[in-house]
């Protein structure tokens, strides 16, 4: 057991937005919460899979909505408690410790607040290793655990329980729901055992979230390479394959577009060298190619770093002249089965090109 | 009690169609479905609310979306039993009797199939006198009674469980559900006492809607004017306002869209005396004027019947050239009160005028 510090919630945060491959939403609202509750005296525990008792109940909290709109909405961390005690009573026992759902982006900071009010641990894991747009998007979910039931809940107190069988229906009536009731919902799901979560979520994933910031931190202040820090910290994480940079530029062309909740797009990165790579993105980053090569693709994760500053860069802000780094770091190995990559591969994502391995530009 | 027999099913299909206003769907499917239940030697009691004890649990079944994909889905008429189930745990006591949620198109027959598959009785009474499209716009949801908990559930097995204060909250979230899950749903909502529905709802609709049935029946073997057995029907029935011919002519002018699952327009009539008269739909026919004189305007009823065989004609099926009879048909006037009216009189649909009392064409 950890009990994490205001320094591990800062570091946290740079790392979930690193993972985060440009959206996610910002952990930043969470982050403030999670702050404030441990001025308060609170504590937050995070746990190892390997400390949860096999049949523990264990579930998974996030939020579920347009990160823009987020911001506007005021988060005080005890919305799922409600949502908890329902799961409690469909599942008969009570829950023992929450899992992040994602540590990419905001839904790495959410879970600690609600966890920290309730007294309960959260999971040092996740079941993304980055941030996904959608619910049946998990390790867990593909493994075959249902994200149902599924407690959505707002700021009025407004709750809809989701019953199916088949996890994107889950996804789809959650969206709707989320839509029907402002733009941001609070959601519980897929109740695990101790031992499912053993099983089938991505270990070690939060604590890797918060080496990355401690790496960019620790770089910052001996004035060391950020970028080899943040690389070093990746490889010794030991939850992705392979991390590399994959291309150094300019942003020299932005085309973006608002729709329906997602910012879609592409940038063009200009290198020194003369080189065009071209950035897709919808919410999170999914592609970047010069001419036809491959650099990386979904689920392969690409995060866009300031060159100068090594800050992670949501899509939403890339800016046209921006320096920037283009860092490939390679999925989990369980996102790399046929199965997961009909969810959480270029086909999940409605690409038309096979998963290849990362390539850097040479 | 009263068991139902096939002549009620077929009487009560055309008092639902007329009392449908245009819209609420077509009672057909419920009715072949009630038909194939007493073939079966199933029976189908339907009971006054002063028979139910005043502790009863009752409930509303009705489905959600837009008629025209209902008709290409399959209807059990057992959908709603795991949903009932799921209201009875929630409200701890068994469901004693189904309350149609409205007489007025498919979902006046509906409830009798599932009411009658769990060996319930259908409760002789109904929330709008009519159809209206939207959940919060039933007697007893002026009164107070909440919506919630609403139990949702689709042809797979799918449901949600809603939760709000809130009716037109509710309203928002199960159209988004019925969205998401293909465009057509089951709806368990309003739970009541026995109580409850003698205070707020309005008793006698679904006879009335047979006795419309009857009397256009019995018009039909004697030859005599089906109008005048209905409007005497109506008188008889004790339910509604006062009810007139508005107009009759000819349709010579119909302007009308399909959009998010509504029949939205205008057709304009012509009358043997060169008097047009503008009909607006939206789904319903909700407002009848010529020039700037009102005619008749929601929350009264306005039912477009073809001249020569007094069939109602739904919005959609309305065509250049039909002759018809305009019938306005006052509300109940416990949708007359000034609370009332802005939840279903014009304001309740946009409409920019003042209720006024029916106005025939002279």
Redesign the interface.
């Known amino acids: 057991m950890r009990l994490l510090t205001r320094t591990d919630l800062a570091d946290l945060a740079y790392g979930a937005a690193l993972l985060g491959t440009g959206g996610g939403g910002s952990p930043w609202i969470g982050r403030l919460a999670a702050e404030a509750w441990l001025d308060q005296g609170g504590e937050i525990r995070m746990i190892t899979p390997d400390e949860l008792a096999p049949d523990a109940l264990v579930v998974t909290v996030a939020m579920v909505g347009a990160p823009t709109i987020m911001t506007e909405k005021l988060f005080r961390g005890d919305e799922m408690t409600e949502a908890l005690a329902l799961l409690e009573r469909l599942n008969g026992r009570p829950v023992a410790a929450i899992l992040p759902v994602e540590v990419g982006g905001m839904n790495s900071t959410i879970p600690l607040v609600a966890a920290g009010k309730l007294g309960l641990p959260v999971v040092d894991a996740d079941g993304m290793a980055r941030a996904f747009p959608e619910v049946q998007m998990v390790s867990f979910g593909i493994a075959g655990v249902p994200a149902a039931p599924m407690v959505l809940v707002n700021e009025?107190?407004?709750?809809?329980?989701?019953?199916?069988?088949?996890n994107p229906?889950v996804e789809?009536?959650a969206?709707?729901?989320c839509?029907?009731?402002g733009g941001v919902v609070h959601a519980a799901s897929y109740s695990m055992s101790g031992a499912d979560v053993q099983a089938h979520a991505i270990p070690g994933t939060m604590s890797l979230a918060i080496a990355l910031g401690a790496a960019r931190r620790q770089a910052r202040a001996t004035g060391s390479d950020p970028f080899a820090s943040v690389l070093a910290a990746l490889a010794a994480g030991g939850v992705h394959g392979t991390s590399v940079v994959l291309a150094r530029g300019r942003i020299t062309d932005l085309d973006r577009s608002e729709r329906d909740g997602f910012t879609l797009g592409r940038a063009t990165i200009t290198t020194a060298g003369h080189c065009e790579v071209v950035l897709e993105f919808r919410n999170e980053n999914l592609l970047a190619k010069t001419g036809e090569q491959v650099l990386a693709i979904v689920p392969d994760l690409i995060s866009v770093l300031d060159t100068e500053t090594a800050d992670p860069i949501p899509t939403e802000e890339l800016r046209y002249g921006q320096r920037v780094t283009l860092l490939g770091i390679g999925a989990p190995s369980v996102f790399l089965t046929p199965r997961a990559l009909g969810v959480v591969g270029p086909a999940g994502f409605g690409l038309e090109l096979p998963h290849s391995p990362l390539s850097p530009l040479t």
Chains 1, 2 share one sequence.
Not at 156 to 166: I, K, R
């Open positions: 009025h107190g407004d709750h809809a329980l989701l019953q199916s069988e088949d229906r789809a009536m969206r709707a729901i839509v029907a009731l």
